[in-house]
């Protein structure tokens, strides 16, 4: 009870007044209380925490750098999903082009460098772009093995890189979900207890 | 004294205040600039178009993107005066960024940003070496974007002062003629005028600058400076022949070129620029090995060389445009590739010509050369129609539409543009003839005879020639490939129909990237399906899978905008893209039309990296990596379902079934 109080307390210091339930994604219940967390005030808070914690441990791995911040302030009201659209397009063509090099380099008799130069200059391009630091610096050493004809280098380099890059999709998948229920619990709509 | 001014230029209001005071070397910046610069991007990397894009708008500047380069050239082209900085890739397929940075600034002097994700010193002096303005190392920040506007504005500033030189009568003439609106492509004055016009008319109306876009009047010349158009480049080029590249002095050029309303210090600048070209060429072209050196044929008579080139003069013609810069590089070229030198002997032209006709054989694609590279490193060697065909290839994209039925049909060339282009023809063979024949030709001709067969040039030049309108060539056919038969039985059964139609779409597709950059765009993809189904069942499918396959994205990101969706951006930012894709994808195919029809259709498909011609060439000789590796892109599409899928099943199921459970 008390803490519904202190929900409600919080409700209106934010000034919601509104009626009407709105169910947030998951049904993530405080430890504490039992409750879900979208009753509690603490859902946008927590998520946020969640989303800071998710990016510093990137951050901290390398994964990402100072680009991606950079994106995300490039974000504004002209442009609400600058960023997850950003990451969808460099998602679909960094596939593209990672199939292109698979598909390069199972051939046998393959001797295409400069082809592949070339796909690994556009991938090197838009993963620095988007701050994904980890993936760009594999390219990099992806580019010096293929510039020696050194196809094994080059393989080995290519599962590295397919690798970092499961690693980062995944991660910002993970990111854009957390960044969605943070959207979905901003504008939950919580009923006022007396 | 004060007069009010329409000026033609895009996107500036009328008016100015003080222009009588002020002459000729002083030129006030206004408070509001750099705000509403008007800047094109051009970059295949949809990823860094969209990031460049908005941080350019964050810039408050004015942004155009485009995907392709050959889009880019014909949208600078047809809105001359409309863009003040271009902002282009290094590496893109369908044209080399140094390239377009030529073609820019010989023909718009416009100032050109490069950039790239290679940032090695030699890949940056290479820039500098290009003449690029400025060069940008991915990732971009924003702070780099804020300060292009500087290469604006010192370029107008060296230029007006490069004018100032030219004495103070012209002043006055400045003054005189800034009340008229004039037709101002012969006037150096208006160099001037206009930097001190677009100034002005910045500082004193900000308000009417942004969104203000002029597209009508196509005719006149928007931009206030000497236009080295066709015509006048020619005649600079016949002078400078006659002259002798190194005894080509502006005064003897002027005299020679007759020009009213021409000055010497144009034609010394023009000068300079020309001749950086062509060092830069004759540099740039040395190629390493890898070109079979076997030289087949005898020497052909110049009348068959004269009708071949009447005919993709022709074909060059109905492009719409001869850049007068492909006369530049095919000498260039030619001649710098042997040795170092300018110029070719005339004999290469027939042998290669010879080269050429056993062309099936001779499919020896350099990969090297094939990939990566600018079309004019495969040139050297090629005969004066060949070059010409191919190095305006890119060009001859982006007047795409209308180009092949003008071939296919024969008509539709421009009578002015081919007489033009024999004269081009008899500019080159002067040079050609004027050098010594016999020692070089068998250098010439190794590169030469490699390079004739091309797939992305020309299969069988000389059938194709004579075949030019119906254009079936059932040897080069019969050498495809098991798996791109089909694609190409079924164009060249249906060429004319087929051929039309699925290059009706691509106009879209090229101009749909273009001007609004965005939404445009992504109309395309479904405009396709119908005009494509007449194509081959290959292209249709893809194109249609293509269609589908984008959308699927599109819905898939759908859930993440989740309150706010926003799938119109993103869906627009996608546009480029796949338009950029789909317009590959048909053209890709028609490269089998080329092969086995017309010229035409060879240049449609023309790439430096020419994922076609590597087909092609795959198909000539059977190797499988080139059609595995080509293909993809279109099976890219197919999968694309499969690679949005789990995305889509990531967010919305788990989102919408969490909100109705519990």
Redesign the interface.
Known sequence: MRDIRRSGRRDSTRGERKYGLF?????SRSAKTGL?LWLLGLGVDRLRTDMSRLLALLFHQGVLDE?FL??QQ?Q?E?????V???I??????S??LL??LR??LS?R????Y??M??HL??F???S????AKRVRNVCVAFRAASEQNNRAGCLRALELLEHEYCYLKNKL?EF??I??QR??AA?VRYPIQN | MATMQKMPQSSLGAGSSNYGTCKGCEVIVPDQFPAGLRVLVVD?????L??IE??L??CLYNVTTCSQATAALKLLRDKKGCFDVVLS?V?M?DMDGFKLLERVGLEMDLPVIMM???GRTSAVMRGIRHGACDYLI?????EELKNIWQHVVRKKWNESKEHENSGSLEDSDQNKRGSEDIDYSSSVNEVTEGVLKSQKKRRDSREDEVGEIETDDPSSSKKPRVVWSVELHQQFVTAVNQLGIDKAVPKRILELMNVPGLTRENVASHLQKFRLYLKRLSGVAQQPGGIPNSFCGPVDSNLKLGSLGRFDIQALAASGQIPPQTLAVLQAELLGRPAGSLVMPTMDQPALLQASLQGPKCLSVD??VA???PLMKCQPGMSKQFPQSVMPADDINSGFGAWPSNNLGMKGASGSLAGLSTQNSSAVMNILQQQQQPQQQPILSEPGRSINVQPSCLVVPSRSATNFPSGNNPASINQASNYNRSAITDYSLLSPQSSNSSLDVAPMLDRDPKTTGVPSGYSAPNSISSPASSGSANVDNVSNRQVQNSNI?FT??R??????P?AS??QT??GP?SGDMLDQGPLRDLGFVGKGTSIPSRFAVVDP?LPVANLSSERFYG???GN??KL??NL?FV??DK??AP?MQ??SP??LM?????
Request: charged share 25%.
């Open positions: 169910q947030v994604i998951s049904p879900p680009q950079q994106l490039l504004d002209s442009c609400p999903n600058f997850s659209e950003v969808n397009i460099y998602f679909h063509e596939e593209k199939r292109n598909g390069l051939d008799e393959f001797s295409d400069k082809k130069g070339i200059n556009q090197m391009g838009s620095s772009s988007i701050g998948h854009f979900q960044e969605q959207v979905l504008g | 295949d990397d949809t990823t860094c969209r990031i908005q941080m708008r964050r890739d590496h397929p790239s994700a290679d991915k990732p971009i920040r924003e990969h090297g990939f990566g590279q994205p898939a990101s859930p993440l905008t989740g309150l706010t926003n951006d993103i930012s996608y893209r990296e190797e499988n990596s595995r590796v993809e892109p890219d999968e694309n690679v949005s995305v990531q967010f788990n989102d969490s909100v109705f459970s519990e």
